[in-house]
């Protein structure tokens, strides 16, 4: 059986809208590879080996073999103590190592910043879809005869969606004012 097979056999066993929101998520990450430069791809790559500790075993052997080679073989040693080379080579791989780490952090920063963006989105559109269930939950319990009739000021103020451009500028003020309090110099 392929695995494509494999994936067909899996998905029909999800209901629609969870296959779509798979797949949504899985073109999320596609679209994140492919727009992913080749210089982009190599420095994944080259990251994703120094951070597994088979490197951090073999950097460790070998600057232990740096060093005992120069000690114990005298007539070998090409970088007596203190050892100026290794320190050299050792800071310029740290230099290496820290760019490649925050190239890589850069672009897993632009595919966590597109993920919050579409929890953010999936945030509103599920507001609003509870706002309408709560609506009509009232709408029907007003409708139907055998339910008595009671006003609930917070099922109404529910029902309607909020409005995402006016939350944000709430959200921006309280923050501004927390900022604002944080800010002011203790005068005691």
């Known amino acids: 059986m392929s695995s494509g ?3 067909e056999a899996k998905n029909s066993a999800l209901p629609r809208h969870v296959e779509g929101t798979v797949q949504a998520i899985a073109q999320l990450y596609l679209e994140h590879h492919q727009t992913a430069s080749l210089a982009e791809r ?3 790559r080259m990251t994703s080996t120094i951070g597994r500790p088979a490197f951090l075993g073999a950097l460790i052997m070998f600057i232990a073999a740096w060093v005992s080679i120069n000690l114990a073989i005298p007539q070998l040693a090409f970088d007596p103590p203190p ?5 050299g080579m050792v800071a310029l791989v740290s230099l290496l190592m820290a760019t490649l780490i925050l190239i890589s952090q850069r672009r897993a920063d632009r595919l966590a910043s ?3 963006q579409m929890t953010l989105e999936v945030s509103i ?4 879809k509870a706002a309408k269930i709560i609506g009509l939950l009232e709408e029907l319990r007003r409708d139907t005869p055998a339910v008595s009739h009671r006003v609930d000021s917070e099922a109404e103020e529910m029902a309607a969606p ?3 451009h006016a939350v944000l500028k709430v959200i921006q003020a309280t923050h501004q004012e927390l900022i604002g309090e944080c800010d002011v110099p203790d005068t005691h």
């Open 5 to 7: 097979s494999d994936s």
């Open 42 to 44: 190599v420095i994944d």
């Open 83 to 87: 050892f100026a080379w290794l320190v």
């Open 114 to 116: 597109r993920r919050e």
């Open 125 to 128: 559109l599920s507001e609003q």
């Open 162 to 164: 909020a409005d995402p």
